[in-house]
């Protein structure tokens, strides 16, 4: 092409890395974590186990799960100062914008444990951010809705610690549903690590620079807003909602395999699995079992299974490889525990902070690790000289 050259670098474009966290196979529709199966994790395991497993590789004994539990839950508390920084935000401001804006402000807050050469500081920043990341979260919900923060309590487990946060108020004793919190631990485990998707990738990228553990992850939790990965939780319950009843499907089915029409079916599709996302399976039975227990009908879980129903049989989605993903069935139960849509994809940012953390510390203490450096096809104009304006 005369006014453009291809450069080619003479290198395939995978921009890939070596791990030993989490396995996916997307055609088998397989996802292990240190070699545990995602499903085995989600019904027998804790998140606090599986947070442990993610760090260090392997299963904990019950004494280093209730050291490392008694450890995470003395890092709960955050900087009184963090409170008054809350309160520069507005009031409706979406509560991932808070997040992006508060973890990235945690360097100034604890910029005793940003030495990333230290052992020691990496994990003491790590652990104060899997420990406080619940907390923040909770506090962005209680500024949204004007309530007070409430603080942490260490004789609650992380999940229904993290519901007390959230759902307590001054006037009267918030009581932790086990139902409830059975499911949140349960949502935390589905969502804490998931390979080299694009939030991992950006926490990694981050980090091969040197910055500092707090900036890799609130670098990771921008990414993950976008309505293309965590952000589609948030989507597809909106579109479930605005689909409303099982007739209205085939309109937005059909918008969805129309090219012309940049909508797509939120919860669906995904960059690796061509098969079912393992983890909505999971959560397809989980919907249905926490809202019986809980007594509530939600007719959105009818909406998406019909939803699902209908693609799973129709040739486009077929033929695409199209099913639904870890977003499609979260919504159903996260609105049920009673969890606004605005904080879906801050849930699925406090989950993965365990999950970016591990994979941050895999690649720093990698000695082969470099900087980040993506290369380009470079496919612009061939070299060039300066034309006057008068020229132009
Ligand atoms: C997450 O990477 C991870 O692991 C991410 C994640 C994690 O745990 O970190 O699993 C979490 O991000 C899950 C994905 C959440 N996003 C959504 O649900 C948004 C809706 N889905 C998509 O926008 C889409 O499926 C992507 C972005 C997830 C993936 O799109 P790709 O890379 O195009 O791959 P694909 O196989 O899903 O799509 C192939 C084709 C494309 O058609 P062509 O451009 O090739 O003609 O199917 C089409 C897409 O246009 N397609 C859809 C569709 N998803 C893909 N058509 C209609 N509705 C959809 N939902």
């Given at each position: 092409d005369t006014d453009c050259f291809t450069?080619?670098?003479?290198?395939?474009?995978?921009?890939s890395c070596e791990s030993k966290i989490t396995y996916i196979d997307g055609d088998a529709g397989i996802l292990l974590h240190r070699g545990y199966p995602i499903d085995q994790l989600a019904e027998k395991s804790s998140f606090m186990e599986v947070s442990y497993l993610l760090l260090n590789g392997e299963l904990p004994s019950k004494a280093e799960l209730d050291k490392f539990t008694y450890t995470i839950s003395r890092h709960t508390m955050v900087h009184e100062q963090l409170a008054t920084f809350f309160r520069?935000?507005?009031?409706?401001?979406?509560p991932m914008a808070i997040m992006c804006g508060v973890v990235g402000a945690l360097s100034a807050f604890?910029?005793?444990?940003?030495?990333?050469?230290d052992p020691e500081q990496r994990r003491i920043a790590s652990h104060r951010l899997i420990a406080k990341i619940p907390t923040l979260a909770a506090m962005a919900y209680k500024y949204s809705v004007g309530q007070p923060f409430v603080f942490p309590k260490n004789d609650l487990s992380y999940a229904g610690n993290f519901l007390n946060m959230t759902f307590s108020v001054p006037a009267e004793d918030y009581v932790v549903d086990p139902i409830i919190e059975s499911a949140m631990d349960k949502i935390f485990i589905l969502h804490a690590d998931h390979e080299q998707n694009a939030s991992t990738s950006t926490v990694r990228l981050a980090g091969?620079?040197?910055?500092?553990p707090f900036a890799c992850i609130a670098a990771g939790i921008a990414c993950l807003w976008g309505p293309a990965h965590g952000g589609a939780n948030e989507a597809a319950l909106n579109m479930l909602r605005e689909i409303g009843?099982?007739?209205?499907?085939p309109e937005y089915i059909a918008r969805a395999k129309n090219?012309?029409?940049?909508?797509r079916l939120m919860g669906f599709g995904h960059?690796?699995?061509?098969?079912?996302?393992p983890r909505a399976k999971v959560l397809s039975k989980a919907a249905t079992e926490v809202l019986d227990k809980l007594g509530i009908s939600d007719p959105v879980l009818d909406t998406a299974r019909e939803l699902e129903r209908i693609a799973l049989s129709d040739q486009y989605f077929i033929d695409k490889k199209l099913y639904p993903n870890?977003?499609?069935?979260?919504g159903v139960i996260l609105s049920a525990i009673g969890?606004?849509?605005?904080m879906f994809t801050v849930l699925f940012a406090l989950a993965r902070t365990v999950g970016w953390i591990a994979q941050w510390n895999e690649m720093i203490t990698?000695?082969?690790?470099?900087i980040g450096r993506p290369r380009q096809l470079y496919t612009g104009p061939t070299q060039r000289d300066y034309v006057t304006v008068d020229q132009r």
């Open positions: 450069y080619d670098p003479g290198f395939t474009s995978t921009a520069g935000f507005r009031r409706d401001a979406h604890y910029h005793d444990s940003t030495d990333i050469a091969s620079s040197g910055a500092n009843t099982p007739d209205k499907i090219k012309d029409d940049p909508f960059r690796v699995y061509k098969n079912f996302d870890v977003d499609f069935y979260s969890f606004p849509t605005s990698d000695p082969a690790q470099k």
